[in-house]
Nanobody, 118 residues
Framework: EVQLVESGGGLVQPGGSLRLSCAAS????????MSWVRQAPGKGPEFVAT????????YASSVKGRFTISRDNAKTNAVYLQMDSLKPEDTAVYYC???????????WGRGTQVTVSS
């Protein structure tokens, strides 16, 4: 069974940090490009960051320099999002997303809520 399970969300004050985790199982994680996508209340989905199977990364301009995406193919089969200098506009549900390279199969997690508020 394919699973992407996010964790690490919560309530944090502006300027604070959170680290999101996404545990993957049921598909070849090492050959899947992984991303984080967020959706704020009343808005459409927004790309946040991606990390390819070769560890190359790309970020939305709104988070570049504040967020860092990483992955562990060897031990945990997980992708992480370190979020620093959080702003109220970062408030959203954050989803873990994978695209398997050879088949373009899409995988989605159920999301984790991040709220940035004083």
């Amino acid at each position: 069974e394919v699973q992407l399970v996010e964790s690490g969300g919560g309530l944090v004050q502006p300027g604070g940090s959170l680290r999101l985790s996404c545990a993957a199982s049921g598909f070849p994680f090492g050959s899947t490009d992984m991303s984080w996508v967020r959706q704020a209340p009343g808005k459409g989905p927004e790309f946040v960051a991606t990390i390819d199977s070769d560890d190359s990364t790309n970020y939305a301009s709104s988070v570049k320099g504040r967020f860092t995406i990483s992955r562990d193919n060897a031990k945990t089969n997980a992708v992480y999002l370190q979020m620093d200098s959080l702003k109220p506009e970062d408030t959203a549900v954050y989803y873990c997303h994978g695209i398997r390279i050879l088949t373009s199969t899409n995988y989605w997690g159920r999301g984790t809520q991040v709220t940035v508020s004083s």
